[in-house]
């Protein structure tokens, strides 16, 4: 059989539809814009399949405009200034997608200007070459060097609402919860003040919280693994968790809270 030549046309078609090009689901009139910086350890998270799951789950609140990279490169260009928020998930250990130190302080900066970060699961698993400010600014991180090594444990926890009078909470009940949890996380400046704790071993550990970074909103969840293997579940298909994530975004990006 005689092939026909890759049209023009075609050739465009591959390049614009390239799982890799940074192009956001839907235009959100008026929504603050999000980079969702994607990419990560992919030995651990299925982090590409999660992307597409909460990019429309934040882009159906109607408030916000999801653009996915998995090319932290982005932070040191200008196009960052557009952005409202940065919502960060899967660790970053591999050597392709470690923060260089450049990207890392055009992270900082961004947030400490008065923007939003919204850190998902792995992103708080702190690599050892971060800088001191990174943990500054989540506040409690996963690492197995330094005091303590912090525990990974899979299971189905009990969630407790532990600050229901804080927007991102509030109206929202206890439920149980099956995902990772980090806990015994090394903890850096402010004592982390939890919304939502997670029960094991008869111990209550912080699950979600928030706290400021200079002049930005930050917020942290615990919870988040998806799995690298196509049946995995994932937690943000559970709607009480999904709802909660999605509350803490609108809520680092200083939008109404539903």
């Known amino acids: 059989m005689k092939r026909r030549p890759l049209t023009v046309l075609a050739f465009l078609g591959l390049i614009c539809f390239s799982p890799n090009t940074t192009v956001a689901q839907q235009s959100v009139k008026g929504g603050a814009k999000v980079l969702m910086l994607s990419g990560g350890q992919r030995n651990h998270h299925g982090y590409r399949r999660q992307a597409y799951l909460l990019q429309k789950a934040l882009e159906d609140t109607k408030q916000l405009e999801v653009t996915i990279s998995e090319d932290a490169a982005i932070l040191e260009t200008p196009s960052l200034a557009k952005y409202d928020l940065i919502v960060a998930m899967a660790d970053r250990r591999d050597p392709e ?23 998902l699961h792995g992103f708080c698993c702190a690599e050892q070459h971060w800088q001191p400010e990174m943990r500054d600014m989540l506040g409690g991180v996963l690492s197995h060097v330094g005091t303590p090594d912090t525990k990974v444990k899979f299971g189905k926890y009990h969630l407790k609402i532990s600050d229901s009078g804080h927007p991102i909470t509030q109206g929202a009940a206890d439920f149980e919860h099956e995902d990772e949890l980090y806990y015994e996380l090394q903890t850096r400046g402010e004592p982390i003040k939890p919304l939502v704790v997670a029960v094991y071993e008869g111990k209550e550990w912080p699950v979600v919280w928030t706290r400021e970074f200079g002049k930005g909103r930050v917020c942290v969840s615990v919870f988040g693994h998806c799995g690298v293997q196509p049946k995995s579940k994932d937690p943000l298909e559970h709607e009480p968790f999904q709802k909660l994530v999605v509350r803490g975004i609108l809520w680092t990006a200083g939008r109404e809270v539903k």
């Open 97 to 119: 997608f470690r923060f260089t130190p450049g990207q890392q302080k055009a992270l900082l900066q961004f947030v400490h200007d008065g923007k939003g970060f919204f850190s």
